[in-house]
């Protein structure tokens, strides 16, 4: 293994610091130079990050580029040996577009609709909370964030239910709490409203859970519910990346994979099931960059699992050795032994090559 040269990292602003150093990390460990291109919507992490890495490693071992959308896509049309980006998938399409120009390899770290699957079998109120504990880390706004919910047909009610006691559990209070985080800025709140009062709109019912009854401020938005969501609804078309969990029933476990089978293919997927066989039938007709199984999140936190997309929720994978591997050339070598029996099958060809041929075919 080689190191594959320059790598470029760019970095989203929901994990500032997370996303900006494993990759980083991960480049180093396998030999590379790096430049990193952090979010300009978090300009206080960044511009940490550039004074921490400057004094740790110099300029000339990992350089850090600061600016808006148009550095940072400059940045995704440079020379680089490799090119690492997390963020958005349409935003993802337009980094392997620039790349491409160059033949720069990607690593693309995108998101999509993240499903969550709840056998009719498990307990409504376990589920749950393990749900709302992932949907609502960084108030939602998690490229693994569990982003809807399917149920046996009936359960819908029962289960917006506890998920509302659940998060009651977890966020008793919701305003000048430091437990429960704003949304980035104000068009992405202002995107979150119009996918409720779009809902609303459509026909669903729409709930939102706000334990104390407080005002609101400060860019914070309250858990919500969406029932009877549809198709056509926008909060089932983008992923929602926000405190919105749409519920959907469905009439059987299969309509549950059939479900997943027909939509694009989500960075993650969650499943609610004790009985294994199941849950490994449903894991082999399914597709998703990764899986945890009775909880949420989880599978990223493990090292020694790779970490990817699949489809438009992503291209190639680090974390773990695979993440040295993705970052490294691995050169073939051949050494010829000292002895050599190449001659035997050097032309001019005659009887020998012609018996080895038999006895090949033979």
């Given at each position: 293994?080689?190191?594959a040269g320059v790598v470029g990292i760019i970095s989203p602003w929901n994990y500032p610091f997370l996303l900006g150093m494993v990759p980083l990390a991960t480049a180093l460990a396998a030999g590379n130079r790096v430049l990193l291109k952090p979010s300009e919507l978090t300009p206080a992490t960044s511009a940490l990050l550039a004074r921490l890495l400057q004094t740790a490693f110099g300029s000339d071992r990992v350089g850090v580029v600061l600016g808006d959308a148009g550095v940072g896509a400059?940045?995704?049309?440079?020379?680089?040996?490799?090119?690492?980006?997390?963020?958005?998938?349409?935003?993802?399409?337009?980094?392997?577009?620039?790349?491409?120009?160059?033949?720069?390899?990607?690593?693309?770290?995108?998101?999509?609709?993240?499903?969550?699957?709840?056998?009719?079998?498990?307990?409504?109120?376990?589920?749950?909370?393990?749900?709302?504990?992932?949907?609502?880390?960084?108030?939602?706004?998690?490229?693994?964030?569990?982003?809807?919910?399917?149920?046996?047909?009936?359960?819908?009610?029962?289960?917006?239910?506890?998920?509302?006691?659940?998060?009651?559990?977890?966020?008793?209070?919701?305003?000048?709490?430091?437990?429960?985080?704003?949304?980035?800025?104000?068009?992405?709140?202002?995107?979150?409203?119009?996918?409720?009062?779009?809902?609303?709109?459509?026909?669903?019912?729409?709930?939102?859970?706000?334990?104390?009854?407080?005002?609101?401020?400060?860019?914070?938005?309250?858990?919500?519910?969406?029932?009877?969501?549809?198709?056509?609804?926008?909060?089932?078309?983008?992923?929602?990346?926000?405190?919105?969990?749409?519920?959907?029933?469905?009439?059987?476990?299969?309509?549950?994979?059939?479900?997943?089978?027909?939509?694009?293919?989500?960075?993650?997927?969650?499943?609610?099931?004790?009985?294994?066989?199941?849950?490994?039938?449903?894991?082999?007709?399914?597709?998703?960059?990764?899986?945890?199984?009775?909880?949420?999140?989880?599978?990223?936190?493990?090292?020694?699992?790779?970490?990817?997309?699949?489809?438009?929720?992503?291209?190639?994978?680090?974390?773990?050795?695979?993440?040295?591997?993705?970052?490294?050339?691995?050169?073939?070598?051949?050494?010829?032994?000292?002895?050599?029996?190449?001659?035997?099958?050097?032309?001019?060809?005659?009887?020998?090559?012609?018996?080895?041929?038999?006895?090949?075919?033979?």
């Amino acid at each position: 293994y080689q190191p594959a040269g320059v790598v470029g990292i760019i970095s989203p602003w929901n994990y500032p610091f997370l996303l900006g150093m494993v990759p980083l990390a991960t480049a180093l460990a396998a030999g590379n130079r790096v430049l990193l291109k952090p979010s300009e919507l978090t300009p206080a992490t960044s511009a940490l990050l550039a004074r921490l890495l400057q004094t740790a490693f110099g300029s000339d071992r990992v350089g850090v580029v600061l600016g808006d959308a148009g550095v940072g896509a400059a940045f995704s049309r440079l020379k680089f040996d490799h090119l690492v980006f997390t963020g958005s998938t349409s935003v993802g399409r337009l980094v392997m577009r620039a790349a491409a120009e160059n033949l720069v390899p990607v690593t693309l770290e995108l998101g999509g609709k993240s499903p969550v699957i709840v056998d009719p079998s498990y307990d409504l109120a376990r589920a749950a909370a393990r749900i709302a504990y992932g949907k609502l880390l960084n108030a939602g706004q998690t490229c693994i964030a569990p982003d809807y919910v399917l149920v046996a047909a009936g359960q819908e009610a029962a289960f917006a239910d506890a998920y509302a006691a659940a998060v009651a559990a977890l966020y008793p209070t919701l305003a000048n709490n430091s437990d429960y985080t704003s949304i980035i800025n104000d068009r992405h709140l202002s995107r979150l409203r119009a996918l409720l009062a779009d809902a609303t709109a459509r026909g669903a019912e729409v709930r939102a859970i706000n334990p104390a009854s407080e005002a609101l401020d400060d860019r914070r938005l309250a858990p919500h519910v969406v029932l009877r969501p549809t198709d056509e609804m926008a909060v089932m078309q983008d992923e929602i990346f926000g405190p919105i969990l749409p519920i959907v029933g469905v009439p059987d476990r299969a309509a549950a994979v059939a479900w997943v089978q027909q939509r694009p293919r989500p960075l993650a997927m969650y499943v609610f099931d004790d009985d294994r066989n199941r849950v490994e039938d449903l894991l082999l007709r399914t597709h998703a960059g990764g899986v945890t199984v009775n909880d949420t999140m989880l599978h990223i936190a493990q090292d020694d699992l790779p970490f990817g997309g699949t489809g438009p929720s992503g291209l190639g994978r680090y974390h773990g050795f695979e993440g040295f591997q993705a970052l490294s050339h691995p050169k073939a070598v051949y050494w010829q032994s000292r002895f050599n029996l190449g001659w035997l099958v050097a032309p001019p060809f005659g009887r020998a090559v012609e018996r080895l041929l038999s006895v090949l075919l033979a």
